[in-house]
């Protein structure tokens, strides 16, 4: 069910920054929803440094949906008004960039991943996933040895079929890390994955520049879904939260045993 909502929300959240490019004709004075001013600039400030650094936050294990990076970063690079991004005469090329660096911060954030796994070690990782902090940052140890399994089923691979699934693509760089798995393979096979996730991502915002009519259109309706699945999602993560708090009063502490 959390994936669900998370995949759902991932999507509305890539449909509502990419198409608010539909309603640039409408002036700032005319925006009185701050869900729009905070696009409005987020979209402004998009070049291909920010979507680096963001893609380097997507990647680590602090989490950043890259469905708000890419495809709003590919629809600008489509837009010749947008000087950041629409650096050549062809969008092809501008959107192929937009894969390169969005490839480059995925690469990045998960060397950043592989070596504190490397030299932290397993105890660490584990315990900074059930520390506060890391659950601030939605961790916990029973994710990190999902992640440890499926690299342990699936080999080497898996950093690259990895990339491609969410909820592993963001964490699977650990386990290579805690397995000390060749570092040369490890960026390949990452920078595979990674390119294969960011050039679909690319292209849903390239579609989405050519269908603005039919955007502008449904763009109210796309709001409101957004904001009840973020509600539903936000209610969701606090049952849970106070759910497996309540658990943890009632069962021993099992961190040591994970750890080792």
Not at 6 to 34: G, N, P, R, W
Not at 242 to 248: E, I, P
Request: charged share 15%.
């Amino acid at each position: 069910m959390k994936k669900k909502l998370t995949l759902a929300i991932c999507l509305l959240c890539f449909f509502q920054t990419t198409f608010a490019q539909a309603d640039s004709t409408v002036t700032t004075a005319e925006k009185a929803s701050v869900t729009d001013r905070v696009i409005d600039w987020y979209n402004g400030h998009l070049n291909y440094g920010t979507v680096t650094l963001l893609m380097t936050i997507e990647s680590s294990f602090i989490p950043f949906p890259s469905e708000v990076i890419v495809p709003p970063a590919a629809y600008q690079a489509c837009n010749a008004d947008n000087e950041a991004l629409f650096t050549t005469s062809s969008k092809v090329v501008n959107v192929l960039f937009v894969i390169l660096f969005a490839t480059l911060g995925a690469l990045i954030g998960a060397t950043i991943n592989y070596f504190l796994a490397l030299w932290l070690g397993r105890p660490i990782v584990y315990w900074f996933a059930d520390s506060k902090v890391g659950h601030l940052l939605l961790l916990n140890s029973a994710k990190i040895k999902k992640a440890e399994d499926y690299f342990i089923e699936h080999g080497k691979s898996s950093t690259l079929i990895g990339r491609l699934i969410p909820a592993i693509r963001q964490l699977i760089s650990i386990p290579a890390g805690l397995a000390k798995m060749n570092f040369g393979i490890f960026i390949l096979f990452t920078a595979i994955g990674a390119s294969i996730w960011n050039t679909v991502l690319a292209f849903l915002g390239y579609f989405a520049h050519g269908q603005q009519d039919l955007i502008e259109r449904y763009n109210g309706e796309l709001k409101i879904v957004l904001w009840i699945l973020c509600f539903a999602f936000v209610g969701y993560l606090i049952y849970k939260g106070v759910k497996s708090s309540r658990a943890q009063k009632v069962t021993p502490d099992n961190t040591e045993n994970l750890s080792e």
